[in-house]
């Protein structure tokens, strides 16, 4: 499966953002899809996860609250909601599509190139 991630930019504090990625190739429903985020100088960190129908997701603490994951199977797409943004959500966000909600990335098969969201103080 490939992915493509799009949604980013720049936003002030507090604002909001929705990522998109969208899936091409083999099933799309038949993958768990995950978001990461690599903020500069760190390593790559997980974000949320939404199961193959959408009837569950996982979210890291840090977001919890802020964040909604949801996908659309008819649409090969998942999106991340991202409310009341802070400046250390600021990175780069990818999206991944595996087989198990994990948060271990190197559980994730296929990934996106990721999209930069950048938030000002």
């Known amino acids: 499966v490939q992915l493509q991630a799009s949604g980013g930019g720049l936003v002030q504090a507090g604002g909001s953002l929705r990522l998109s990625c969208a899936a091409s190739?083999?099933?799309?429903?038949?993958?768990?899809m995950g978001w990461f985020r690599q903020a500069p100088g760190k390593e790559r960190e997980f974000v949320a996860s939404?199961?193959?129908?959408?009837?569950?997701?996982f979210y890291a603490d840090s977001v919890k609250g802020r964040f909604t994951v949801s996908r659309d199977n008819a649409k090969n797409t998942v999106y991340l909601q991202m409310n009341r943004l802070k400046p250390e959500d600021t990175a780069v966000y990818y999206c991944?599509?595996?087989?198990?909600?994990?948060?271990?990335?190197?559980?994730?098969?296929?990934w996106g190139q990721g999209t930069l969201v950048t938030v000002s103080r």
């Open positions: 991944a599509a595996g087989q198990l909600m994990e948060v271990l990335e190197r559980i994730y098969d296929y």
């Open positions: 190739g083999r099933t799309f429903s038949s993958y768990v």
């Open positions: 939404i199961n193959r129908s959408g009837s569950s997701t």
